[in-house]
C-alpha cells in the first residue's frame, strides 16, 4: 500500500503545473549540480529518459548499441548548441515524443535498427537543446550544461538496467508495459497542462 502511495505522489509531483518550466537554477548549490540535477527536476527530461531506458532495455544492450551511440552523439550536440542559445522552447516536442515512446513500450512494438537510432538521435539533440538555464552565463552555464550532460547520460542507464533485468518473465515484462503507458499518460497530462489557459 505505502508503495502504491508513494507512485501517486511521484507521478502527482510530475504533472504539478508549477514545475512545467522548472528551468531555473537551484538557489545555493553550484552550477554544476545545477545541471546534474536538471533532467531529474524538469518533468519532460524525466519521463522522455526514462521512456527511452525502458524501451532500450526491452529490446536489450546489443539490438540498441548504435541508437545509444546516436542518443549519446546528438546529446553532445545538443548541448554546443544550447550553449550558443540556439534552438528555443522545444518542451512540447519533448512531451510529445515521451508520450510516443510510452505507447511503444506499452504495445511492446519491434523497433528496427534504423528507427531507434532516429529516435536516439532526436531524443538526445532535443534534451540538450532544452537543458540551457537562461539565467546562468559564462563558466556557469558551461559547468550547468557539463553537469546536465552527466545527468542525462547517466539517468538512461537505469531504466535501461531494470527493463532488461525483468526482460525474462512474461509477467515482469507487463509491468515495464505498464510502466510504458504511465509515462505515455503522465506526457499527455504534463502536456494539457503546458497548453492549458489557466498554465499559459
Known amino acids: ?15 504539478a503545473p508549477n514545475l512545467a518550466s522548472a528551468h531555473s537554477p537551484i538557489e545555493g548549490i553550484d552550477s554544476f549540480y545545477n545541471g546534474l540535477l536538471h533532467p531529474v527536476l524538469v518533468p519532460a527530461h524525466v519521463l522522455l529518459i526514462l521512456g527511452l531506458g525502458l524501451l532500450f532495455g526491452q529490446k536489450g544492450t546489443r539490438e540498441t548499441r548504435f541508437a545509444l551511440a546516436g542518443y549519446f552523439a546528438a546529446t553532445a550536440v545538443g548541448l554546443v548548441l544550447a550553449w550558443f542559445s540556439v534552438g ?7 512531451l510529445g515524443a515521451a508520450a510516443v515512446i510510452g505507447l511503444l513500450i506499452a504495445f511492446d512494438r519491434p523497433v528496427g ?29 558551461l559547468l550547468s550544461l557539463f553537469g546536465s550532460g552527466i545527468g542525462i547520460y547517466f539517468l538512461l542507464f537505469y531504466p535501461m538496467a531494470l527493463a ?36 499559459s
Open 1 to 15: 500500500m505505502i508503495q502504491i502511495r508513494g507512485a501517486f505522489v511521484f507521478i502527482a509531483s510530475l504533472i
Open 88 to 94: 528555443g522552447n522545444v518542451e512540447a516536442y519533448l
Open 164 to 199: 532488461e533485468t525483468f526482460n525474462k518473465k512474461e509477467w515482469h515484462r507487463i509491468g515495464v508495459r505498464v510502466l510504458g503507458s504511465w509515462i505515455s499518460a503522465s506526457s499527455l497530462l504534463v502536456l494539457a497542462l503546458t497548453f492549458s489557459p489557466v498554465a
Open 113 to 141: 535498427q534504423v528507427l531507434g537510432i532516429a529516435m536516439g538521435t532526436f531524443v538526445g539533440l532535443f534534451l540538450g537543446l532544452d537543458s540551457k538555464q537562461d539565467e546562468l552565463f559564462g563558466k556557469e552555464r
